[in-house]
């Protein structure tokens, strides 16, 4: 199928890939391949609600993507002796969720996540929060133009959802003030990546979370647009994201579920 999710087994250093809202696994495959080249066990799971259709996605809440992630995290762990998490956009705001709840992480990549919207979607953000007067009235916006991706082909081939369902909107809206007052609590090693020209995740969300979870290093991107893992400069995420991981993960071990020797 396309978009499905991937696991691809390496060593005992695990790397989870989350995708972001109404996306798919195809955000995270190219940087999972990447990091799978490194020698890393990756697995990119699909996120509640999504690769099945608007409805399901409607019918969500941010705890159940939360849940949902927890679970493959820990799936992963029991694989793998350690385990960093990459998260692109609403990928990255559950990263930072978990990296705030737990010390069980080697370390974390939140790739262009939101803190609050850019754009058009700042002022679907004021009218759709629960709050907001358009909230419950429109089921769907529609996404003009496709995907907030600059390179053509990767824009075509991104089989994210043709709409946003506004309920889950409003979810999303939700998590990212979580998240925001979460960063405080971060521990975990965290690299900040975002672009200039983001017109989904205001660039500034990125200041602000690098700032409030002293971020280990941060890097704004300059010709990319949001979804950074498949855009023009996605070589320059894959070596950021590997190289980083590589830096704060220990020496691997034998494959999962190998002996040495085997």
Same mark, same amino acid.
């Given at each position: 199928?396309e978009g499905a999710p991937f696991d691809f087994r390496g060593d005992d250093r695990g790397v989870l890939c989350i ?113 907001? &007067? @358009? +909230?419950? !009235? ?6 003009? #133009? ?6 053509? $082909? *990767? /824009? ?35 690299? &900040? @990546? +975002?672009? !200039? ?6 660039? #500034? ?6 700032? $409030? *979870? /002293?971020?280990?290093?941060?890097r704004i991107l300059e010709e990319s647009y949001h979804v950074i893992t498949i855009d023009v400069e996605r070589d ?27």
């Open positions: 199928m995708h972001g809202f109404t996306g798919t696994p195809f955000e995270m495959r190219y940087l999972g391949e990447r990091l799978h080249e490194r020698g890393f066990t990756v697995v990119g799971p699909a996120l509640p609600g999504h690769l099945t259709t608007l409805d399901d996605l409607d019918r969500t809440t941010w705890r159940d993507w939360s849940a949902g992630v927890e679970a493959e995290l820990d799936a992963l762990q029991a694989r793998c002796r350690t385990v960093a998490i990459a998260g692109q956009s609403l990928g990255g705001l559950l990263a930072l969720d978990l990296a705030a709840r737990r010390r069980d992480l080697a370390a974390v990549a939140s790739l262009a996540a939101p803190l609050w919207l850019a754009g058009l979607g700042r002022v679907a953000e004021r009218l759709f929060h629960r709050r907001g &007067v @358009l +909230h419950g !009235r429109l089921p769907q916006l529609p996404k003009l #133009g496709g995907s907030d991706v600059r390179d053509p $082909r *990767a /824009r075509r081939a991104n089989p994210c959802y043709p709409a946003i369902p506004t309920r889950a909107l409003a979810e999303l809206i939700d998590f990212m003030d979580v998240v925001d007052r979460e960063l405080p609590a971060i521990q975990t090693p965290l690299l &900040v @990546l +975002h672009a !200039r020209q983001d017109h989904t995740a205001a660039v #500034g969300s990125a200041a602000r979370i690098a700032s $409030r *979870a /002293r971020a280990a290093r941060t320059t995420v894959a070596a950021e994201v590997g190289a980083f991981f590589a830096a704060h993960f220990s020496p691997p071990g034998p494959a999962p579920g190998l002996a040495s020797g085997d």
